[in-house]
């Protein structure tokens, strides 16, 4: 019979699993300046001790591995060091040398890794480099962490689309706004509480880019700019199948990026505006076409906000993979009904002002 401290010992992390998870702490340090690259942390450890540790900061920037290892004072410690990185360390030339060169330059014995690169330029290529110079390369600690770590990036490179979140707030009967048909109707139901509308931004700014379809764009004449966050907007990118939207709106007037799919034989009024770039698609006006030239585009994350049809649309094909609803206190009695959540249990729920936060992950 197992004692609790049998059980303490159990489930007590490893040492290579205890460095891995402050890789993962680093890493996350890069969420606001890493992407398109993938979030990555890495630590330099001599007996016992950190030496040396460091993030992706920014794309274009030094890698993790880099700044980890120009971090180390005495660099005559490398070869008797082990390094600890969330992400295969890369191969190819990019923006920067490749990563598996220096750790075989530096000399350092041990690398650990958490899970590999999905990318195709890397992919196992880091890691065979490594192991043929003679390092001792160890794969898969904490490896679930640091795949979900990088999930956007991930499913961008396995999918070849852009990591789709969706997100809507809902009354507490199941409405997402009263129905309304035309501007005069007046603006849609204030649902989100003021500290949920800065978590909102929080989300965008965590997003490439943001996309809603017609009637969201001609009903709401949202601006779709991060405004209650630091960080860059996200490209706006509107759904408007026979280019209906006047020109006049906020998204086409405002000075600010917005891409607009229509179908080939649309005429929009919009098409010679200043900042607004719009993209013809095939008489199917598919949404998988539609992901496939945002991931041309190296769109990475895309924010779907609706509306109920592009959500719903986007559940029934099985292309989402984070879904974000905020469940408010209100009721509305009738109403446009909320999407159908596929999913029966939230992975994560959090709590904002009198606002239940419910997220969804697709696995």
Not at 125 to 137: F, N, P, T, W
Not at 160 to 184: E, F, N
Not at 265 to 285: H, L, M
Request: charged residues 20%; aromatic residues 6%; proline residues 6%.
């Amino acid at each position: 019979m197992m004692t609790k401290i049998d059980i303490f010992i159990e489930r007590r992390m490893t040492v290579d699993e205890k460095y891995m998870s402050r890789c993962l702490r680093l890493a996350s340090k890069g969420m606001y300046g890493a992407a398109p690259n993938p979030m990555v942390g890495a630590v330099i450890v001599h007996e016992g001790r950190i030496v040396g540790e460091g993030f992706h900061v920014r794309c274009g920037g030094p890698h993790a591995e880099v700044n980890a290892v120009n971090a180390v004072c005495d660099k005559t410690v490398l070869k008797k060091s082990t390094l600890y990185v969330s992400l295969e360390p890369c191969s190819h030339y990019g923006k920067t040398p490749p990563c598996a060169d220096l750790i075989i330059k530096m000399g350092i014995p041990r690398v650990v890794v958490g899970c590999v690169d999905p990318f195709s330029a890397v992919s196992g290529r880091g890691i065979e480099k490594m192991r043929a110079a003679g390092i001792v390369v160890v794969v898969g600690v904490l490896e679930k962490e640091c795949l979900a770590l990088n999930r956007k990036f991930i499913v961008f490179h396995q999918k070849k689309r852009p990591y789709i979140t969706m997100k809507w707030a809902q009354s507490a009967d199941g409405y997402i706004d009263r129905v309304r048909k035309t501007l005069s109707d007046g603006p849609p139901c204030a649902l989100s509480t003021p500290y949920s509308q800065v978590w909102m931004h929080q989300v965008r700014s965590l997003h490439q880019a943001i996309m809603v379809g017609t009637n969201t764009a001609l009903l709401d004449n949202p601006s779709l700019l991060n405004r209650l966050w630091t960080g860059k907007s996200p490209l706006r990118v509107i759904l408007d199948k026979n280019g209906r939207l006047p020109a006049d709106l906020k998204v086409f007037t405002d000075g600010s990026p917005t891409l607009v799919y229509v179908k080939e034989t649309a005429a929009p009024s919009y098409e010679a505006t200043r900042f607004v770039e719009v993209v013809r698609v095939g008489c199917d006006f598919s949404l998988s076409s539609i992901m496939a030239d945002l991931y041309g585009r190296n769109v990475q994350s895309l924010l779907v906000e609706g509306g109920a049809s592009l959500l719903e649309s986007l559940i029934a094909n099985g292309m989402w993979d984070e879904m974000r609803v905020e469940h408010s206190v209100q009721y509305l009695g009738e109403g446009v009904p909320a999407p159908n959540i596929p999913m029966v249990e939230p992975n994560i729920v959090q709590t904002l002002d009198e606002s239940k936060i419910m997220t969804w992950f697709c696995d």
